[in-house]
């Protein structure tokens, strides 16, 4: 028998799971905490199951040399490397970069790299992160990234960077892209104080499309890129690293360091190619329904909930809440109550969560339809008249 608060957290897991209802209403849950709550589809599950495979350990595995072969020519990179997720990507390439014990990683303070992972680079790698202001954006002020790069040149004193990590898109700024020119500046840069630049390129997908240019033009700005396929393309596990052909041969060896190496995989890699498959599509259609949500939410206009349409450039919105804690506001979109029912004739679970203090965010992904986002919002009415009345 489960005890105290746990119990409750497995219940509330096994009801967002199901459907449920509410008085006799079924009760229709539109899953707005990640893009990587998505579902293999029945196109996806048929490839993983008739996928040809090898021992991936050998390099033997047919199904994955596919994935490494396209993603290298998507990128416009020299090689690539499956590896499980985006984190270990991103470990794996600071590895590479630094190689002397204590060097320095420049990044942003609020970046998935910095924020996310455990301090890995720390933990793992003995390399010592500097985080720098994010600009809202998500880019760094170039002239702060120059003098924190300078600082150590010919110091005893100070950490040699190695190493600049940018995120795009960015993921704290609420899904922005980062303009081609500051790569471009950023790259310029770190290339003339002798440091390189790594692009943690998880959703990189949704930030080619929004600027509608292929993937390689963004990525010829760094030196090496992680790339996700259980965020917008729907996967259920799996990244790659790209880069030079010899970072990517060392990339094979740390992999192997970090428990990475895997054998009969082609069974996830066809679950990335199918994910690839018409993705351009899937984002486009991504992007404009949470355009659509900002916009409708916008036009509510509650002192309550406030977003800005101007600053969704992809798949995630990021929504202000003021006079009301934004777990509160979670809980209340997740509940239905039989007040909600005989008002709208409908039962709406919006699962999100806090992002801060102040906001809430929600992220658009492949399994949630326009219709999911219209309910989404009429569901965000419903419980801002409920609180204002």
């Not at 990640?34 to 599950?45: C, E, F, I, Y």
């Not at 399994?367 to 204002?388: C, I, M, N, P, Y």
Request: proline content about 5%; charged content about 25%.
């Amino acid at each position: 028998m489960f005890r105290g608060p746990g119990r409750a957290v497995v219940l509330r897991a096994c009801w967002a799971r199901g459907s449920g209802s509410r008085a006799g209403v079924p009760a229709r849950v539109v899953d707005l905490r990640s893009d990587t709550v998505t579902r293999p589809g029945p196109a996806m599950r048929r490839a993983m199951a008739e996928a040809a495979v090898g021992d991936d350990d050998y390099g033997e595995d047919p199904s994955v040399r596919e994935l490494q072969e396209k993603t290298a020519e998507l990128l416009g990179v020299e090689r690539t490397l499956f590896v499980p997720t985006n984190t270990m990507a991103n470990l794996i390439s600071v590895m590479g970069h630094c190689r002397r014990r204590g060097s320095q990683l420049l990044l942003g303070q609020e970046s998935h790299l910095h924020v996310y992972e455990q301090g890995l680079v720390a933990q793992i790698a003995g390399v010592h992160s500097h985080p720098l202001p994010d600009l809202p954006h998500g880019t760094l002020d170039l002239d702060e990234l120059e003098r924190a790069i300078t600082r150590g040149l010919g110091s005893p004193y100070h950490p040699v960077c190695e190493l600049v990590c940018l995120e795009n898109t960015h993921n704290s700024a609420g899904g922005r892209v980062l303009p081609i020119d500051h790569l471009r500046q950023v790259h310029r840069l770190a290339r003339t104080h002798g440091a390189r630049v790594h692009l943690d390129g998880a959703r990189l997908m949704n930030a080619a499309v929004a600027l509608r240019v292929p993937p390689a033009c963004i990525v010829e700005h760094c030196d090496s890129v992680s790339f996700c396929f259980s965020k917008g393309l729907g996967a259920p596990v799996g990244a790659v690293l790209g880069g030079p052909k010899d970072f990517i041969e060392e990339a094979w060896r740390l992999r192997k360091t970090l428990g990475g190496g895997m054998h009969q995989t082609g069974v996830l890699a066809a679950a990335a190619l199918a994910g690839l498959a018409g993705v351009e599509e899937v984002l486009r259609r991504d992007h404009s329904n949470a355009q659509r949500f900002a916009q409708g939410l916008q036009e509510l206009a509650s002192p309550i909930c406030s977003v800005d349409p101007a600053a969704v450039e992809t798949n995630i919105v990021l929504v202000r809440v003021d006079g009301l804690r934004p777990d509160d506001l979670c809980q209340r979109l997740e509940n239905v109550s039989a007040e909600e029912v005989a008002q709208t004739g409908q039962a709406v679970r919006v699962l999100l969560f806090p992002w801060t203090e102040r906001a809430v965010r929600a992220v658009w992904h492949r399994d949630v339809s326009t219709q999911d986002t219209d309910l989404a919002l009429r569901k965000w009415e419903f419980v801002l008249r409920q609180v204002g009345s």
